[in-house]
């Protein structure tokens, strides 16, 4: 079954702590994205990766990290710098070009105690 | 530089009746435009895309959108709104950059039964 799959659903942040959240593709695509929902907004670019062992900043990328070692993986992770961590994330992929489609797994929210 | 905005953050029909999203863009390229929907607490799901071919566009669940480069509209409809079409829809640009997608805020639809 080919999908995008995120975990964990829910992850849970203490002061100080750097998280990672994972992300997965079987679908074979080249690039990779890690987006920043809030309630009643869109979605905001994170980083992006058109290809393995290469990454760029989005439009809010202080406070977090990622890394591609392998076509089928981006993980992301929230560090201590970031503030405000408490969000949706999502993570989608496509074919490599600018105007492929993008196919969106189903989401962690981070919450901070 | 592209942008995008959703007219209406809030729409709420009763079931049975039309149905109306509106969208507005600016892009310096020749955009490809979606639609995506998205359930709550869920991932996005393509709805449709358009990409210069025709400029009315069928997708999923009877919804079609048409791409109106004169008023710089991609507007989505139904003709019969459905219990489970009840959602938060967003209107996506995509340009020759190679960070692609530009989110509107999105629109809610609440639909009565």
């Known amino acids: 079954d080919g999908g995008i799959t995120q975990s964990p659903k829910y992850l849970f942040r203490k002061e100080g702590q750097n998280v990672t959240l994972s992300c997965e593709q079987n679908l074979n695509h080249d690039a990779m994205y890690w987006y920043r929902q809030d309630p009643g907004q869109g979605l905001r670019l994170i980083y992006y990766s058109q290809i393995v062992n290469d990454f760029q900043k989005g439009d809010i990328a202080e406070g977090y990290s990622v890394s591609r070692e392998k076509k089928e993986s981006f993980p992301l992770t929230v560090t201590s710098a970031q503030k405000n961590p408490t969000a949706f994330y999502l993570c989608?992929?496509?074919?490599?070009?600018?105007?492929?489609?993008?196919?969106f797994g189903p989401g962690t929210r981070l919450l901070v105690l | 530089a592209q942008s995008v905005t959703q007219l209406d953050s809030h729409v709420s029909v009763s079931e049975g009746t039309p149905v109306l999203l509106r969208c507005n863009y600016s892009s310096s390229y020749s955009p490809s435009l979606f639609w995506y929907v998205q359930h709550p607490n869920k991932g996005l799901q393509l709805l449709l895309k358009y990409t210069s071919a025709a400029t009315l566009v069928k997708g999923i669940n009877g919804f079609e959108a048409e791409f109106k480069k004169s008023e710089t509209s991609f507007h989505l409809t139904k003709p019969s709104a459905h219990m489970s079409d009840a959602a938060e829809y967003f209107c996506?640009?995509?340009?020759?950059?190679?960070?692609?997608?530009?989110f509107g805020s999105g629109t809610r639809l609440q639909v009565q039964p």
């Open positions: 996506v640009v995509s340009g020759a950059g190679r960070r692609a997608l530009t």
């Open positions: 989608a992929s496509s074919m490599a070009g600018p105007q492929e489609t993008q196919y």
